[in-house]
């Protein structure tokens, strides 16, 4: 299983970026997929992640009501979209899939990880 993220870049405070996720290698028809974030200096922290049935999307306290987290299953594709942008925002982004549906927010239980994208927010 391979992910490959993209969409990440410069942006504003206040402005928006579209991150997305592209699996390949295997089609996944349970577990979740989820973003984390590592700024320089700092732990991988949990971001946001979306159930493979779509019943249920979760978020860190520190993105909700400002990213949404979305997938395509049809194409394998996993999107967040980051608005409202704020400097401590910037960090590598990184998409994850955890095969099963036990603690989303825990980075150590995800089976596959993509590269990780870096997003910069300027004040």
């Known amino acids: 299983v391979q992910l490959q993220a993209s969409g990440g870049g410069l942006a504003q405070e206040g402005g928006s970026l579209r991150l997305s996720c592209a699996a390949s290698g295997r089609a996944f028809t349970s577990g979740t997929m989820g973003w984390f974030r590592q700024a320089p200096g700092k732990e991988r922290e949990f971001v946001a992640a979306?159930?493979?049935?779509?019943?249920?999307?979760l978020y860190a306290d520190s993105v909700k009501g400002r990213f949404t987290i979305s997938r395509d299953n049809a194409n394998n594709i996993l999107y967040l979209q980051m608005n409202s942008l704020k400097p401590e925002d910037t960090a590598v982004y990184y998409c994850?899939?955890?095969?099963?549906?036990?603690?989303?927010?825990?980075?150590?239980?995800?089976?596959?990880w993509g590269q990780g994208t870096l997003v910069t927010v300027s004040s």
């Open positions: 979306v159930w493979w049935s779509g019943s249920n999307e």
């Open positions: 994850a899939v955890d095969r099963s549906t036990s603690d989303a927010t825990n980075a150590a239980l995800y089976d596959y």
